[in-house]
């Protein structure tokens, strides 16, 4: 519960200014306030330095000033439509990409213009002792980061529930939903996320409700509810501090490590023993549960200097072979009490997992380290049509976001209609489904939309009970067991 911050776009078409050089001077202006605002962001979150690395050289690009300038100079728009006119090409062109790194960009750079233009208006929304529920159009993922402890809340009219932005209120446990709603700032709203429910100005009976005893308890509850062995409750994490959150709400297990993002904060890197303090503190936090690490997954929009890559897959291990035995060195060295598995992403063929076992087998004979669990992300299309082929696997992950893409053309940023393409998803799963059965492999999905009550609800149906999320999102997975289990 807390006070409405209305946040809407502004038109900004209009061409009345005092003179051009003012509007230049306001642009260059903008242009140097949002740098400062980004490299400060990137200091306060080392976590996410790539991220607003990369708006940064957006906004201080000089194609793109250049570009503002003439549209002021030459066309007569003010600053802040002519910022809006040329990122508006950038983006049309992006989004019609056939490549689906590049679709995703074009939210970057609406971050960006979105950022320019409230830098030009010099408005200051935000005081940091306030907290507020936002209301906005886009939720775009700098603002967020750059005010996540003014944030209670996020009503957002456009989105997805797996978009970037998402992600980052489910880290930050900040409650988020898409919705068009009524309302002004200054106005009390509460949100469920529960049951996806607003309240805009509640009556004295709700507040009250939602401020007593027996409330507090159920919006504060952290621990997973008693369930089935058949189903278990994974989660996804990238860093120690949410392998601590894994813990502390209880999951079975990790589902999910994603330990390029390690790599994606460091300038060099990673030793073998600077990797093994890492991965062996995780298994330690998390006293004897399962935790499965994914290799390094980088390329197409995880790009790292240090790394040759290009697109997602078995070769960027390949052209960096000392850097993947170190990690699975350091991985299978911390398998102390026999808790870790090794996950590789990216998989198109039957072939190349085998080629990739083989290499940790090998690894682990000439260290000595006894040989974990070793499965794939099934995350592609060929992947999906000849499942039947990986007999050698020991468990199978389905990565819904990158399989998404490749079947439907979309990135995450357009999964608010999850309904559009869903069902299909489920049927094309179904096979996979009935080889794990089979063959007695453990299957769970580790993608975005299994955040989603209703898609964990049909993956429950068809025989997926091992769903992997973000921490915060216990609630939702208990929610969604009770309610299969009533169905039942």
Same mark, same amino acid.
């Given at each position: 519960m807390g006070e409405a911050l209305k946040l809407i776009k502004e038109n900004n078409e209009s061409t009345k200014f005092v003179s051009k050089n003012i509007e230049i001077v306001k642009l260059n202006h903008s242009i140097q306030r949002t740098s400062n605002e980004l490299i400060d962001m990137k200091h306060k979150n080392p976590d996410l330095a790539d991220y607003?690395? @990369?708006?940064?050289? &957006?906004?201080?690009?000089?194609?793109?000033?250049?570009?503002?300038?003439?549209? &002021?100079?030459?066309?007569?728009?003010?600053?802040?439509?002519?910022?809006?006119?040329?990122?508006?090409?950038? &983006?049309? !062109?992006?989004?019609?990409?056939? $490549? %689906?790194?590049?679709?995703?960009?074009?939210?970057?750079?609406?971050?960006?213009?979105?950022?320019?233009?409230?830098?030009?208006?010099?408005? %200051?929304?935000?005081?940091?002792?306030?907290?507020? *529920? =936002?209301?906005?159009?886009?939720?775009?993922? $700098?603002?967020?980061?750059?005010?996540?402890?003014? =944030?209670?809340?996020?009503?957002?009219?456009?989105?997805?529930?797996?978009?970037?932005?998402?992600?980052?209120?489910?880290?930050?446990?900040?409650?988020?939903?898409?919705?068009?709603?009524?309302c002004e700032s200054d106005d009390t709203i509460i949100i469920d996320t529960r049951f996806n429910e607003i309240d805009v100005n509640p009556s004295k009976k709700d507040e009250d409700l939602f401020n007593g005893e027996n409330s507090k308890r159920i919006f504060t509850s952290k621990a997973a509810i008693a369930h089935e062995p058949e189903f278990e409750f994974l989660a996804n994490v990238s860093n120690s501090f949410e392998v601590l959150k894994a813990n502390e709400y209880n999951f079975d297990a990790i589902g999910l490590y994603r330990t390029e993002m390690l790599f994606m904060n460091a300038d060099l890197p990673y030793t073998f023993l600077e990797q093994y303090s890492i991965y062996s503190e995780a298994v330690k936090m998390m006293k004897g549960k399962p935790i499965t690490f994914r290799t390094f997954d980088v390329g197409d929009d995880k790009i790292i200097k240090y790394l040759q890559s290009d697109k997602k897959g078995i070769n960027n291990y390949i052209m960096n072979p000392e850097i993947f035995e170190a990690q699975v060195s350091a991985l299978m060295k911390a398998n102390t009490n026999n808790s870790v598995k090794?996950?590789?992403?990216?998989?198109?063929?039957?072939?190349?997992?085998?080629?990739?076992?083989?290499?940790?087998?090998? *690894?682990?004979?000439? !260290?000595?380290?006894?040989?974990?669990? &070793?499965?794939?992300?099934?995350?592609?299309?060929?992947?999906?049509?000849?499942? @039947?082929?990986?007999?050698?696997?020991?468990?199978?992950? *389905?990565?819904? !976001?990158?399989?998404?893409?490749?079947?439907?053309?979309?990135?995450?940023?357009?999964?608010?209609?999850?309904?559009?393409?869903?069902? !299909?998803?489920?049927?094309?799963?179904?096979?996979?489904?009935?080889?794990? %059965?089979?063959s007695g492999k453990p299957l769970s999905v580790c993608g975005e939309i299994a955040s989603i009550k209703e898609v964990a609800l049909k993956f429950y149906e068809i025989g997926i009970k091992r769903l992997s999320v973000s921490p915060p999102l216990i609630t939702m997975l208990n929610m969604s067991y009770s309610e299969y289990m009533n169905k039942k």
């Open positions: 607003l690395e @990369t708006e940064r050289l &957006i906004a201080v690009d000089p194609i793109l000033r250049k570009g503002v300038t003439d549209k &002021i100079e030459q066309d007569g728009l003010s600053a802040e439509a002519a910022v809006e006119t040329v990122m508006d090409v950038y &983006i049309h !062109n992006l989004l019609n990409s056939k $490549s %689906n790194y590049l679709r995703e960009r074009a939210n970057d750079i609406s971050d960006v213009t979105d950022r320019l233009i409230r830098n030009m208006s010099q408005r %200051n929304d935000f005081s940091d002792d306030d907290r507020y *529920i =936002l209301v906005t159009d886009v939720l775009y993922p $700098s603002l967020l980061i750059q005010r996540r402890k003014s =944030l209670v809340g996020v009503i957002a009219k456009r989105g997805g529930y797996t978009s970037h932005s998402a992600i980052l209120c489910r880290s930050f446990e900040i409650p988020y939903v898409i919705a068009d709603i009524d090794i996950m590789f992403p990216m998989i198109y063929s039957n072939s190349e997992f085998e080629y990739l076992r083989d290499w940790v087998i090998k *690894i682990a004979r000439r !260290n000595e380290y006894s040989v974990p669990s &070793i499965g794939m992300m099934l995350e592609t299309k060929d992947a999906l049509e000849h499942v @039947t082929d990986f007999v050698k696997t020991d468990f199978i992950s *389905i990565g819904t !976001n990158d399989l998404t893409m490749e079947l439907y053309g979309i990135s995450r940023e357009d999964f608010s209609d999850v309904s559009k393409y869903v069902d !299909n998803l489920i049927e094309l799963l179904k096979p996979v489904v009935e080889f794990a %059965n089979k």
